[in-house]
């Protein structure tokens, strides 16, 4: 047992002295030998606490109290920060989650991967508050309360948070949970509406409701007047994504600009867009910047979606084959470079975790550049093909650090790339989500 460390029996409380965050963002204690999560304490802290789950080789438990605080605890600015699964570090200072997740990082990328990158990237860095533009709120009428509650999970369990405000979603959606808790619950269908997704656009917004069961004539009107009264646009969904279609047809479209590009980026409500805004557009310039294009590249990017990255390069003058998954996110990346006038670049279909693309006539030319941006699963399919492509620089941009580090240890150790840097990126401000971005050059 560590110093300041008590054993909590079932139904009692204990003290713990809290050395680390783990990856969600948990106070980390040894007690009799065994690692405690403890949801909401900080390193540097002496806790009472209760056990709340027992396993073989960890134990789980709630924060009773706070008896030696952190110097770098703060006042959570939220009111259901603790119950709403949305956020779990809003009571550490957004410096040390900075710090935190650049460790995050650095831990996965030599202890998986074995590497260490030759520079370590300042962190970028956004706005902490109203940052997030795309979101999925559940929705659950509640009889006893007489309404629908509206917002993201609870902490650790399934039920939906009972929300008034958030603090994160982007304006006008983040002051728009209350009405819309009172839109739902006078509803003839409030109890087949369970989801809403959220799609923040520079001049729009959109809220796309899933429903369950057929809108009564009611219902509908109460919807138009709920979009006319706070300016934005309603789309439903009643069955897959491809039934998503706007309450009142045509709908304004939704976009974002990258400025330091002159590119404009359309997409659809439910299309995957990065969360944060301001932040994506300087983690556009700072892969532009260190992948360097000129008009004598050829530069494939894997993963593309709707052209983030390959449309700011293909207008610094490089050729460039963009390569996605989803037909729908092509089509639409296709129409985003024919709306910026960039003929210089190639979009493509395919499956990039089956093998099997490497057959396609654009994985048998060569490229000098590489661009990645994978999902959570990361880019193990496609690595071999980086190196024989014959790409010399290759950047990478992570959502999972976990799977970074692990290709990362793979084109340093068996494709002959160094990684020459990287760094954080504050994607998601409040949360133990950590975005990064990775270079690579061929030694």
């Known amino acids: 047992m560590s110093r ?21 963002g948990r106070g980390v204690a040894h007690v009799d030998g065994k ?31 706070v008896l030696e605080p952190s110097s770098h605890r703060v006042e959570p600015r939220c009111p259901h920060f603790g119950v709403c699964g949305g956020c779990v570090l809003q009571h550490l200072a957004v410096e040390q989650q900075i710090a935190f997740k650049e460790r995050q990082l650095l831990d996965a990328l030599a202890r998986i991967g074995q590497v260490v990158p030759r520079t ?33 999970r609870e902490r650790s369990s399934s039920f939906v948070a ?13 002051r728009l949970i209350e009405p819309l808790s009172k839109l739902l619950s006078g509803l003839s269908i409030r109890a ?42 309603i789309y439903l969904q009643p069955g897959g994504y491809d039934t998503v279609a706007p309450l009142m047809a045509p709908a304004t479209p939704l976009e974002y600009r990258l400025p330091h590009f002159d590119v404009q980026v ?25 992948l360097e294009p000129n008009a004598d590249d050829h530069i494939l990017e894997l993963f593309c979606g709707l052209g983030n990255f390959s449309l700011p390069l293909a207008r610094r003058g490089a050729r460039v084959i963009a390569v996605e ?32 693309f490497r057959d396609s006539p654009w994985a048998r030319a060569q490229y000098d550049k590489v661009l ?31 799977t970074l580090a692990r290709d990362a240890g793979i084109l340093v150790h068996e494709h002959g790339f160094q990684l020459e840097a990287a760094g954080v990126m504050d994607m998601f401000p409040h949360t133990a989500h950590v975005e990064s971005i990775a270079v690579f050059r061929r030694q």
Request: aromatic fraction near 6%.
């Open 162 to 174: 009972d929300l008034r405000e958030c603090h994160t979603l982007a304006e006008p959606i983040g």
């Open 372 to 402: 990645l941006d994978p999902p959570r699963a990361g880019a193990r399919e496609a690595l071999a093909l980086i190196d024989a492509v014959g790409a010399k620089q290759v950047v990478y941009v992570s959502c999972h650090p976990g």
């Open 120 to 152: 370590v990237l300042p962190p970028l860095r956004g706005p902490v508050w109203n940052y997030r533009r795309r979101a999925r709120l559940g929705a659950r009428w509640v009889g006893p309360k007489n309404k629908t509650v509206v917002g993201f």
């Open 192 to 233: 087949h509406v369970p989801q809403i997704e959220v799609a923040v656009g520079d001049q729009v917004s959109a809220l796309v409701f899933r429903i369950m069961k057929e809108l009564t004539p009611a219902d509908r009107e109460a919807l138009e007047a709920f979009q006319r009264a706070h300016g934005v646009e």
């Open 35 to 65: 690692v405690v999560f403890i949801d909401g304490a900080l390193p540097g802290e002496r806790v009472e606490w209760q056990r709340t789950r027992r396993k073989r080789s960890f134990d789980e438990g709630r924060l009773v109290a």
């Open 4 to 24: 300041g460390a008590t054993s909590a029996a079932a139904g009692q409380t204990a003290v713990a002295q809290i050395t680390d965050l783990d990856h969600d």
């Open 266 to 290: 359309r997409f659809a409500p439910t299309d995957f867009i990065q969360i944060n805004g301001e932040l994506n557009a300087r983690m556009v310039e700072r892969a532009v910047e260190h």
């Open 325 to 356: 998954g989803e037909a729908g996110l092509v089509a639409r990346a296709r129409e985003n470079a024919r709306r910026n006038g960039l003929a210089n670049i190639d979009f493509h279909v395919a499956d990039l975790s089956n093998p099997e």
